[in-house]
């Protein structure tokens, strides 16, 4: 596994949102296309609607309703072909992004939480659906029908009938201008409230009891008090600022505003100028109707992309190094110039170490000093700052476990039955092999026993018997024996040695002396060095 000193160069090239889009990229053009048709043919059914007012001819009502029906089928394939696109875009978007977690560094998954990563994989690419769906149609109609009617209203009734407009322009710029920025700090209020509103509630809770006997309950809950208040204030404040204008541009877009100003100023005009001035005035300002809607998803989905992209930024863990050599051997395991760095402190320099195959070794430390991590490191869950990991060449054409299995230390197990856990080792193993393995760990209950039953030591006798049932060449177990009282810890230490004496490399993690002084080798973790000592065999 080879790592630079510095962080792995970004891919040239488009985004991973933009390659995930590009397969999308026509259909969700074409149903641009097919949207902006669709708003031209409704005001092609209006115009004859117009003349059908002025010359009732048979005609201009067939006219007038094949452009409606025209419009309709438009809609209906723009809808469908957008629908399409997105569907490309977040199947291909789940895919690279599942594919990216695999390969993150799986501190850097902790970190985020799974909470946090089942919403990226499904709120978040929700939350895109709009934007990436949506939004380029609806921009297309935005542009294409109010500029397409104006041109109408001041080829037929002159600049006088832009007065129509008025609504729907202030409206408009209610929306562009005013609510981003009244939203934001209003928001950021509202969680700096909350947040105080949430501290003092538990100042107050916790302090039910003690508070009493000091005399400063009174305090927290006064604190609550005062909380609440500048919630509610805000709230109103808000109110008074934001949701008030809200209604006043909700009520410019409704059509009597239009109608109004287009009646006052076409009113002694021709039948047809007066209609042309109202319908089409109205058709200007109908897609403003969407805009304060659309513009929420747009913001929505902005952040979703924001959060997706920082995922992207995450360097993933780079592949093994299986090459037989740099100081390994044919059939070893080694660390070559090894540098491993965690939470911004050097946890191992330089380090080049050969790990005896067929042999137990012991790697002790004190609690802080990489130890886990440099397992993971070997396991390829977390990238090197520099140097290599060679792996021994597989031990069979196609193993199940890959070169190497790691055994983290609390024993997690699937929920499930035992039976799921350890065919995560052995997936064609039947029951008499899953048994043999609990066995060896010194564990006797059946495979199909629940996991949410078992206690803490045989939840990691569980996870041990994966040891004995993997064909991995290397096999990494971190305080196998935490949870275990003396005897057993022995018996299972004995049936390791047996797994080594049987041609499998075993490097354990543990604060146990008296175990590691059984293995055969013992590794010490100082500073950020290897010290090296013989075990007892």
Not at 222 to 247: D, H, K, S
Not at 376 to 389: F, H, K, P, Q, Y
Request: hydrophobic residues 50%; glycine residues 10%.
């Amino acid at each position: 596994m080879t790592s630079e000193h510095e962080p792995p160069p970004r891919p040239a090239g488009p985004s991973p949102l933009i390659r995930a889009l590009l397969p999308g990229l026509p259909a969700l053009a074409l149903a641009s296309l097919t949207a902006a048709a669709c708003g031209l043919c409704r005001l092609g059914a209006l115009w004859f609607t117009v003349r059908l007012l002025t010359d009732p001819a048979p005609a201009h009502a067939v006219w007038a309703c094949t452009a409606w029906l025209t419009g309709a089928l438009l809609s209906a394939l723009s809808s469908w072909t957008a629908h399409r696109g997105e569907a490309r875009f977040a199947e291909r978007l789940r895919r690279d992004i599942a594919e990216h977690l695999v390969r993150m560094p799986a501190s850097a998954l902790a970190a985020r939480g799974g909470d946090a990563l089942r919403r990226l994989v499904s709120d978040d690419i929700a939350a895109l659906h709009h934007t990436v769906a949506h939004l380029p149609a609806e921009t297309a109609t935005l542009a294409v029908v109010p500029l397409a009617s104006t041109a109408v209203l001041l080829a037929v009734a002159g600049p006088a009938a832009l007065l129509a407009l008025v609504p729907g322009l202030l409206a408009a710029c209610y929306h562009l201008l005013v609510v981003p920025r009244t939203s934001a700090r209003h928001g950021a209020e509202s969680a700096r409230v909350m947040s105080d509103i949430a501290a003092a509630v538990d100042d107050h809770a916790r302090g039910a009891r003690i508070c009493r006997v000091y005399g400063a309950q009174g305090g927290a809950a006064a604190a609550y008090a005062a909380a609440t208040r500048r919630f509610t204030t805000g709230t109103v404040r808000w109110v008074g600022r934001v949701a008030t204008l809200a209604a006043v541009a909700g009520a410019l877009l409704q059509a009597a505003a239009t109608y109004a100003i287009a009646y006052a100023a076409g009113h002694g005009r021709e039948p047809g100028t007066l209609a042309v001035m109202l319908l089409f005035g109205l058709a200007t300002v109908t897609p403003a109707l969407r805009l304060g809607h659309g513009l929420d998803h747009v913001r929505a989905g902005r952040a979703a992309a924001g959060r997706i992209a920082e995922v992207f930024r995450e360097p993933a863990v780079t592949p093994f190094a299986r090459r037989a050599g740099d100081g390994a051997g044919a059939t070893g395991t080694a660390l070559v110039r090894l540098t491993v760095k965690n939470a911004g402190r050097v946890l191992v320099h330089e380090v080049t170490h050969t790990f005896t195959p067929s042999a137990i070794t012991a790697v002790t430390g004190p609690s802080g000093s990489g130890k886990t991590t440099l397992l993971r490191v070997i396991a390829g869950l977390e990238s090197a700052m520099a140097g290599n990991v060679v792996l021994p060449p597989a031990a069979t054409p196609c193993q199940a476990s890959g070169p190497v299995l790691l055994l983290p230390q609390g024993g997690d197990l699937l929920p499930g039955t035992v039976r799921d856990t350890l065919r995560l080792s052995a997936p064609d193993a039947d029951d008499g092999d899953l048994a043999e393995g609990l066995r060896r760990a010194q564990l006797r209950i059946p495979p199909g026993t629940g996991t949410a039953d078992l206690s803490g030591g045989e939840r990691q006798r569980v996870a041990l018997a994966r040891a004995f049932l993997t064909d991995a060449p290397v096999i990494l177990l971190d305080e196998p024996t935490s949870a275990l009282d003396a005897r057993t810890a022995d018996r299972v230490m004995a049936e390791l040695r047996l797994l080594a004496d049987a041609g499998k490399t075993l490097i354990v993690v543990t604060h146990d002396l008296r175990l590691a002084a059984t293995a055969d080798e013992q590794l010490t973790l100082t500073g950020t060095h290897l010290t090296t000592a013989g075990g007892s065999r």
